[in-house]
């Protein structure tokens, strides 16, 4: 049996063949009636196969996100998995934006739903929450390093209402979200590249040090619609090698005209790429 690459060097290697940029894919309500598609599962549908033929080639990865396929129950689903594969089909990784997060004993039956390979709902990687304390996620690791995936652990989320949660102060006096880093970094121990990597909204203003030696990649989000823009991202994350920006909806505001959307895909990689190219010493001395 061959070892699968693991997650970060896959989407390491497809950065540089492409661009950096995770293009969101969120059937909203809204986007679906701007785009004149029905707001029931085969919207979602059409809704995601266009902006995955705009984003294929041009981007490493695309993220679906669960809730808004959910929403139409067992048919969303199915237009989920329908959508993981015609992703996969297009070259591109799936990053499944689920937030999936319980106590250890189910925590691996999601770790089975969502990183086994050849699972209805596998997918590449996936966002899971810490909220029941970050030991629980051990099994989404124990899949994911079997399986060659990776994860996005929440440690600063691009609301404004996270903040209280996620700064607060644990015994030791270290805030949750370094207690997730400081995980993850355990995690990704005695890699250049590790594959499990955090989410560090694009809008948090805060310091962003504790990021330091995580050796992983770090998904932004808040681009676009919650107010984040290129110069945010190269203002706030100085080393820019493991950032990974994402964006959903200011990409589907370029739509329907797929042409028009693939041209916004090429713009957010272009302004992003640009962004996050620099690098100073001191920070790759680290
Ligand atoms: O901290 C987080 C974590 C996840 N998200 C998700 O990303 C997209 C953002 O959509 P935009 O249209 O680019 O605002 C959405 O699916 C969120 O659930 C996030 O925004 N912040």
Request: proline content about 5%.
């Given at each position: 049996m061959t070892t699968p690459t693991p997650f970060g060097i896959r989407l390491h290697d497809a950065i540089e063949r492409t661009g950096r940029l995770c293009v969101g894919i969120d059937p909203t309500a809204r986007d679906l009636d701007a785009w004149s598609l029905p707001d029931d599962a085969r919207?979602?549908?059409r809704f995601a196969a266009a902006i995955i033929e705009a984003s294929a080639g041009q981007?490493?990865?695309?993220?679906?996100?669960?809730?808004?396929?959910?929403?139409f129950g067992p048919d969303g689903v199915v237009a989920l998995a329908d959508t993981i594969r015609l992703a996969h089909a297009a070259g591109l990784l799936v990053l499944l934006d689920a937030k999936r997060g319980d106590i250890g004993?189910?925590?691996?039956?999601?770790a089975e739903a969502y990183l086994r390979a050849g699972a209805p709902l596998g997918v590449d990687a996936m966002t899971v929450s810490p909220v029941a304390g970050v030991a629980s996620l051990a099994p989404f690791v124990d899949v994911a390093r079997a399986e060659g995936a990776g994860l996005f652990v929440?440690?600063?989320?691009?609301?404004?209402?996270?903040?209280?949660?996620?700064?607060?102060?644990?015994?030791?006096?270290?805030?949750?979200?370094?207690?997730?880093?400081?995980?993850?970094?355990?995690?990704?121990?005695?890699?250049?590249?590790g594959s499990f990597g955090c989410v560090?909204?694009?809008?948090?203003?805060?310091?962003?040090?504790?990021?330091?030696?995580?050796?992983?990649?770090?998904?932004?989000?808040g681009l676009g619609a919650q107010g984040a823009t290129a110069d945010d991202l190269a203002r706030r994350f100085r080393d820019g090698r493991f950032v990974l920006p994402t964006t959903s909806r200011a990409i589907a505001a370029a739509g329907p005209s797929l042409r028009a959307v693939a041209a916004a895909v090429?713009?957010?990689?272009e302004a992003c790429t640009d962004a996050l190219r620099p690098v100073r010493v001191q920070d790759s001395a680290r």
């Open positions: 919207g979602a549908a981007v490493p990865v695309v993220k679906p996100q669960a809730a808004y396929f959910e929403r004993s189910t925590n691996a039956a999601y929440l440690a600063r989320t691009s609301n404004p209402e996270a903040y209280a949660s996620q700064t607060a102060r644990e015994t030791d006096g270290g805030t949750v979200a370094e207690h997730v880093l400081a995980w993850l970094r355990a995690q990704n121990a005695g890699q250049d590249v560090f909204g694009a809008t948090v203003d805060d310091s962003h040090d504790a990021l330091a030696g995580l050796h992983a990649f770090v998904l932004a989000p090429t713009d957010t990689v």
